[in-house]
């Protein structure tokens, strides 16, 4: 037999995964040797950029001065009912508004309820921001009825015309993934500086939750329930709306929680541009200020908000019990009593600002802790990004320097990174595993050159590996041409930034949040403790996680790594949990019935089984990560997240919206990828 013959079997067994490793792997090699001479392999020529912005920024601004008078119309219309809500919130005495929201607690969740609604308030009463805190309870008030009404319509539609789910759920996507300040930059153009765009951007971003739900809801309604309605005779509305969207109304309750959640996370980040009295507006004054500790109690205003509001609607959309309403009107009996007895007496919630000592207080702290610990604290920094995050972002022959590493990177040390690589690949091959080895070889490099070097064919050339490999080539095509559109329009360099760091901050969370999950999953009183901890950091807002690092760290790039992490991290756990708690008994029992150890059972039965989870799990870490990355521009990013808000402050539309949809493009690439893993390991597990 010749070695030929012996050749072609070894190839025809290597698989996709492997072949697709390969291919990035040469193409990553030959951008290595030829950029000498081809420089326009490692950076995509000036000459070639299509001015991508100045049509979009064109088209948009004639589009928008079409619609301008449209949109000044509505919003002349919508200050009415802001008016009007503004003006009850701030009216009614305090304790009338106290006393209504604890009378609510107790119908919908007991006692536990009404105390969340008294002390959450009161909190609010005592920090001094009362009347900040009911304008920014007035704005959601009015745009989660409108996101509600436009995001039913959307649903309903959508059920209605099968012919148009697909393209309302490519839609809904889009939504999903522009980051909350791209919303912005048209919403200003069109309804000027004010709090009405609060209202819209609100209403925008709120609105796709619902949709979805309402979509979801519908679609769930067992068939015969649908058969029953139709064979009584009703019209196709009477069906809708009395059969189908009743049955449906658990799920949709959902969606109302998801809507309540998104429109007050996107109040405070339309205070940016709204230069409205309420508690956005605090937190960013109080920010600029270096007020940290001002900043944050205002920011713990907004918690107490975010805590109230979906502990209350997550039960009116779970359980269906409800307590005794003679408390409620009690509750209420005595509220309004308490108020007409001390009518005169009542001070005003403005002047209650009995935790301002604590604001003083914090700050005083923050000194004393900064200065008894600002040696470690730079040390802590300092090592993190001269050690990890700068090696990752432009490379270690860029990064190692006498003056951050003591020594500086040279050709003979690339040279035996790369053998190191290639040895290893070679090992993993031989030991049958040549994809895994691929990768590590592939991995090397990367460090070597850095995510923000490394040439456009590699980047394109892997991505499409990935896709074909997570969803085949229609997949891999879309990659292709949607990275190709921020290829050439000019935004590659400022993408690789926030994939760098974005990058950074997903294997961070996936290494740190994994092994939290993993322990809460094996150990059922750390659980306990990692529990409210998650509960907490899902309902605070993306503004709140930038406060506290810029206490301790000032502002630059290891805050928002620090923010990001700390934003994008809850996912991860939760996810991980799960899917170990919930592999199914009979595989546990048959593990244990052969003598299998914890650690076995846990490494080659509940993880396997627990995978597609898990990375679900990792895709929503990512998509975590992508929409705080806008919000961490503002304490010393760079990259798209930065273009965007410069945007939003030059009130540029075209760049505003270009580099919104190329940070959409890779938050959906990354979603499309992970989705398919996930999917690949259901069907290889039978699920």
């Not at 013959?5 to 190839?11: A, C, E, F, G, L």
């Not at 700068?390 to 040279?410: E, K």
Request: glycine share 10%.
């Amino acid at each position: 037999m010749s070695a030929a013959d012996i050749s072609v079997p070894r190839v025809a067994r290597l698989t996709v995964g492997t072949w697709a490793a390969l291919i990035t792997a040469l193409v990553g090699a030959l951008c290595l040797a030829l950029e000498p001479v081809a420089p326009w392999l490692g950076a995509w020529p000036k000459a070639w950029v299509l001015p991508a912005t100045d049509w979009v920024g064109t088209v948009m601004t004639a589009f928008l001065a079409w619609f301008k008078p449209v949109a000044r119309l509505f919003s002349a219309v919508m200050v009415y009912p802001m008016d009007a809500a503004n003006w009850v919130l701030n009216a009614t005495p305090w304790p009338l508004v106290i006393g209504i929201v604890t009378a609510l607690g107790w119908y919908l969740g007991g006692a536990a309820m009404a105390a969340l609604g008294l002390g959450g308030l009161g909190f609010v009463l005592a920090s001094g921001y009362w009347h900040e805190g009911m304008n920014t309870l007035a704005l959601v008030a009015v745009s989660v009825p409108l996101a509600l009404l436009v995001g039913g319509a959307i649903g309903i539609l959508a059920n209605e015309v099968p012919r148009i789910r697909g393209a309302v759920q490519a839609v809904l996507d889009i939504m999903q993934t522009v980051p909350t300040f791209a919303y912005l930059t048209p919403l200003l153009a069109l309804f000027g500086f004010g709090p009405v765009v609060g209202l819209i951007a609100s209403a925008i971003y709120a609105a796709p939750p619902m949709a979805r739900n309402v979509m979801l809801g519908l679609e769930r309604v067992e068939a015969e329930v649908k058969e029953a309605a139709i064979m009584s005779g009703g019209t196709r509305m009477q069906q809708l709306f009395q059969v189908e969207i009743p049955s449906a109304s658990r799920q949709i309750m959902v969606g109302f929680n998801q809507c309540l959640m998104a429109a007050l996370s996107m109040v405070i980040i339309a205070a940016v541009i709204g230069g409205f009295n309420d508690i956005g507006w605090e937190v960013l004054l109080t920010m600029r200020k270096a007020q940290f500790g001002a900043a944050l109690l205002a920011g713990m205003v907004i918690v107490a908000f975010a805590v109230i509001i979906d502990r209350m609607s997550a039960v009116l959309a779970t359980e269906r019990k409800r307590h005794d309403i003679r408390v409620v009107w009690a509750l209420l009996g005595l509220a309004l009593a308490f108020t007409l007895v001390f009518w005169t007496r009542l001070p005003a919630a403005s002047d209650l600002t009995l935790l301002d000592p604590v604001a003083v207080s914090l700050d005083q702290g923050l000194t004393r802790f900064t200065q008894a610990n600002g040696a470690a604290l730079d040390a802590l920094k300092n090592n993190t990004l001269y050690y990890v995050l700068l090696p990752l972002r432009i490379g270690l022959d860029q990064a190692v320097l006498p003056f951050t590493w003591g020594f500086s990177w040279t050709p003979q040390m690339s040279s035996a990174l790369f053998a190191l690589g290639a040895v290893l690949a070679l090992g993993m091959a031989w030991a049958g595993r040549a994809s895994a080895g691929l990768m590590i070889l592939i991995g090397f490099g990367m460090i070597e050159t850095g995510i923000t070097n490394l040439p456009w064919p590699f980047v394109l050339t892997g991505a499409a590996a990935l896709g074909y490999v997570a969803g085949g080539r229609r997949l891999a095509l879309m990659v292709v041409i949607l990275l190709g559109t921020i290829l050439v329009s000019g935004l590659w360099d400022r993408a690789l930034l926030s994939l760098y760091l974005c990058g950074a901050s997903v294997f961070a969370c996936a290494v740190l949040g994994g092994a939290i999950g993993v322990a809460s999953a094996v150990w059922t009183p750390v659980w306990r403790v990692v529990r409210p901890i998650c509960d907490m950091l899902q309902t605070i807002p993306l503004f709140v996680f930038l406060i506290p690092v810029l206490m301790v760290f000032q502002i630059g790039e290891f805050s928002a790594f620090l923010a990001i992490c700390a934003y994008a991290i809850v996912p991860m756990i939760r996810y991980t949990r799960h899917g170990l708690v919930d592999t199914p008994d009979e595989m546990m029992e048959a593990a244990i019935s052969s003598g299998a150890t914890d650690w076995q059972i846990l490494r080659d039965v509940r993880a396997p089984y627990a995978a597609p989870t898990i990375l679900l799990g990792l895709n929503q870490t990512i998509l975590y990560a992508f929409s705080m990355l806008v919000i961490a521009a503002l304490i010393g990013t760079t990259g798209l997240g930065q273009s965007i808000y410069l945007a939003l402050g030059q009130a540029d539309v075209g760049l505003g919206i270009s580099a919104g949809a190329a940070m959409a493009i890779l938050a959906l690439i990354a979603d499309r990828l992970v989705q398919g893993f996930a999917e690949e390991r259901r069907k290889a597990l039978g699920l």
